[in-house]
């Protein structure tokens, strides 16, 4: 709680003794918060005054701000935050930093080690092959058989800048926590530079600039939808293709999906019940199932038996059968169809966030959120036959 001046009057006259040992003590910081402290030194008489402390990269630094009761605690913050204004802006002169104290660094912790340690904590929540594929780039990396106090800013950019651009930068962000990581455990203290896998301020032109691509899944128009449907196989990808079209769903939500799923909305029709672990959003998410839908998935199978037995890009290697044999352009992908759907809801003026909840998006912010708890099944289920419907089934 911030200091008032009764507070700092309280402070100084208080006895500056230990309670453990009894034994003098000549200075005391007394928080005020936001780094602003009441400096008390003892002695006669006893005196009082402000100052800020901040970091820096490589050290702490501190400004003072005169003597309580000259200043007061109101005026101290403002001039903390005007002195804040400057910092920011450069035109305050530069502060004198300290340097940080040695620390104790392990030596020698093999990268490996550290890639692992690292995963068992920030990837608790990750899918299993989203950690895989993590961990497998990392250990990739040429830098990967040095020691992570031995890994400098040019093993960085070596082991980095001959890799495409987008998987460059995600392997860049998972190698700096990684390393941020190790220097939280005391296995490497950073240079001046800091994280050698960081590049900010005047390292920032050592790395080259990302842009994230707005490039769009290529998507099927909708008024071409029914087309498709008609004309893709009766096979067992091609069915799952079908059961994908009509649920809207992700292929890798598919893909993972068993019988003990399918499930009954208390009476009122059969829902798929995916899992959080399943989903993008890591929110379970269910999808009504109607009449077509039930019948692509046949006979039930055991709990733990998959809706469909797929081999690797099996839909997407139907798709593009199917579109080649419609003569159309071959480079439709699976989750475009996502992007189908939702076009032909916007255009035929369907309720917007009842579509966006079947594609298992945020609806609202985070507040609306909070209380709209519902998953708005028989809007969503009655959004699906009208999409059911157009597509001829």
């Known amino acids: 709680m911030a200091l008032s001046v009764l507070d700092c009057q309280k402070h100084i006259a208080a006895p500056l003794v230990s309670t453990k040992t009894g034994a003098p003590i000549t200075i005391r910081k007394v928080p005020d918060g936001n780094g602003l402290f009441l400096i008390i030194r003892d002695g006669e008489p006893r005196r009082a005054f402000w100052t800020y402390q901040f970091r820096t990269g490589t050290g702490f630094s501190s400004k003072g701000f005169g003597p309580f009761p000259d200043v007061t605690p109101k005026k101290a913050r403002e001039k903390v935050e005007e002195y804040k204004v400057k910092l920011r802006s450069g035109t305050a002169p530069a502060p004198v930093v300290a340097p940080r104290a040695a620390v104790p660094v392990t030596a020698g912790k093999p990268f490996p080690e550290v890639v692992t340690a690292w995963l068992d904590v920030a990837a608790v929540k990750w899918a299993a092959k989203t950690r895989a594929a993590a961990e497998r780039a990392l250990l990739r990396l040429p830098l990967a058989a040095k020691a992570v106090n031995a890994i400098t800013t040019d093993d960085v950019l070596a082991s980095l800048l001959p890799l495409p651009e987008r998987q460059r930068q995600d392997v860049r962000q998972n190698l700096a926590r990684a390393l941020d990581f190790a220097a939280g455990r005391k296995w490497v203290l950073f240079g001046a530079d800091g994280n050698p896998a960081r590049f900010e301020n005047e390292r920032r032109e050592l790395w080259p600039a990302f842009t994230k691509s707005k490039k769009h899944h290529a998507a099927v128009d909708w008024n071409d939808a029914p087309a498709l449907y008609k004309a893709i ?94 003569h159309w352009n071959d480079k439709a992908t699976v989750h475009g169809l996502r992007s189908t759907f939702r076009d032909w809801a916007g255009d035929n003026k369907e309720d917007r966030d009842t579509a966006e909840k079947q594609l298992a998006h945020h609806v609202g912010d985070a507040v609306e959120r909070a209380y709209s708890r519902s998953q708005w099944l028989a809007r969503r289920r009655e959004l699906l036959d009208k999409w059911t419907a157009h597509l001829g089934v």
Do not use: Y
Not at 264 to 293: C, F, Q, Y
Not at 310 to 319: E, G, R, V, Y
């Open 233 to 326: 196989d009766d096979t067992e990808a091609g069915r799952a293709l079908r059961f994908l079209i009509l649920t809207t769903c992700r292929a890798g939500e598919l893909e993972k999906a068993t019988w003990s799923e399918v499930v009954s909305d208390n009476g009122n029709g059969i829902i798929w019940r995916r899992p959080a672990d399943h989903m993008k959003l890591r929110e379970e998410h269910d999808v009504p199932l109607t009449a077509a839908a039930l019948a692509l998935l046949g006979d039930r199978g055991a709990p733990d038996a998959p809706l469909f037995k797929l081999a690797s890009n099996a839909m997407l290697d139907t798709l593009k059968a199917t579109a080649k044999r419609l």
